[in-house]
């Protein structure tokens, strides 16, 4: 609503003045901030296209990520032309076209294209009841799959959602799925699983920290052990045990080249951990150039049994740019990551050619 008001789509104060030639809507008169929204709503299509634009330029809580083939965007022109998908910028379109679960095969997403981007909102309608309530409640929750031209990926995006919205624990993996199947059926798009953890174990080993760090991880030990590793609230994001252990070697370095062996034993027993053990999850942190403005993401491995990776977004929701910069900087070092391992698998078979001109 702040954000509609400074935008001058709606007045929320009597003091507020308004430019000239201006036709903005007043709710001043309406007393609870709860209901101006509603009110807003109900009283002028600006405010539902504002809402609209927004939910594709909002942060989100969860995502997945995808490789995928190059889109033909001639098909989305066909979509387009047949009305089986709606383009936001289009003069006099209609509002987003709300599905519910019975109807999935007549889902008709909303387009909004800008740069490498282009995004598609899928708007699914939720009912429920409320704890201790007979009252019937309806949402109408977006799910965002954005593809990334340039990175040729696709991204699904969505929020968490109350417990009585959801039919089971399988509720977030069924709505990747659909978009995933509608992706399949109309843009002809072909998709690969990610091998976050591999990607994930490259971006820790083998680049400068400067950036981004570990914030937390789970580890299953062979012996049956477990543990949760967490930094934090300190801003030196080394991990207690094996990060606080590697750090001590570090700062110790003389120390240990004069007694190699023991050296020699510790690392051993790093690796043999971080070799052996299972990791449900990791959490990375980017940490941002201003405090306070640093993003968490939690990776959650073979989520449900889904093959895929989860991605749970901690902090403040803002707009959709961290989201973008997680995803950007992941792609490209999945990218020079495949490349080496390309690099690698041509030398162990004795080929002498440049595997990425092959």
Request: glycine residues 4%; contains cysteine.
């Amino acid at each position: 609503m702040k954000e509609m008001e400074k935008n001058e789509v709606v007045r929320l104060e009597k003091s507020k003045k308004t430019a000239e030639g201006k036709n903005v809507l007043d709710l001043s008169d309406i007393e609870d901030e709860g209901n101006q929204l509603s009110e807003g709503i109900a009283r002028a299509q600006t405010v539902v296209r504002h809402v609209e634009k927004d939910e594709f330029l909002k942060s989100y809580k969860f995502a997945a990520v995808f490789s995928v083939t190059e889109i033909d965007e001639t098909l989305i022109e066909v979509g387009l032309a047949s009305g089986g998908i709606v383009d936001y910028f289009s003069d006099n379109r209609p509002n987003d076209y709300v599905f519910d679960e019975k109807l999935y095969k007549s889902v008709i997403p909303t387009k909004y294209a800008s740069g490498n981007i282009i995004m598609f909102k899928f708007s699914r309608l939720l009912s429920g009841f409320p704890p201790n309530t007979e009252i019937k409640k309806q949402y109408k929750y977006p799910i965002i799959a954005v593809y990334h031209k340039h990175l040729k990926a696709l991204e699904i995006r969505l929020d968490r959602v109350k417990p009585y919205f959801q039919d089971d624990e399988f509720f977030y993996t069924q709505q990747i799925e659909l978009v995933l199947n509608w992706f399949k059926r109309n843009l002809n798009c072909q998709f690969e699983n990610i091998n976050f953890p591999a990607v994930i174990d490259y971006i820790i080993k083998t680049l400068e920290q400067d950036e981004v760090s570990v914030h937390s991880q789970s580890m299953s030990l062979p012996n049956g052990g477990k543990a949760v590793l967490d930094t934090g609230a300190d801003e030196n994001y080394i991990l207690p045990l094996l990060g606080e252990l590697k750090e001590l070697i570090r700062s110790h370095e003389e120390l240990f080249d004069k007694s190699p062996e023991i050296k020699q034993i510790l690392d051993g027993f790093i690796a043999e951990i971080e070799t052996n053990a299972n990791l449900p999850w990791i959490a990375l942190i980017w940490k941002g150039t201003d405090k306070g403005k640093s993003t968490t993401v939690k990776f959650k491995h073979d989520y449900l049994n889904q093959e895929y990776s989860f991605l749970q977004y901690y902090g403040q929701q803002s707009n959709m740019e961290k989201m973008n910069n997680v995803t950007d900087y992941i792609i490209k070092n999945k990218i020079e990551f495949d490349r080496l391992e390309d690099i690698a698998r041509s030398e162990d078979d004795g080929s002498t050619e440049d595997p990425i001109n092959v």
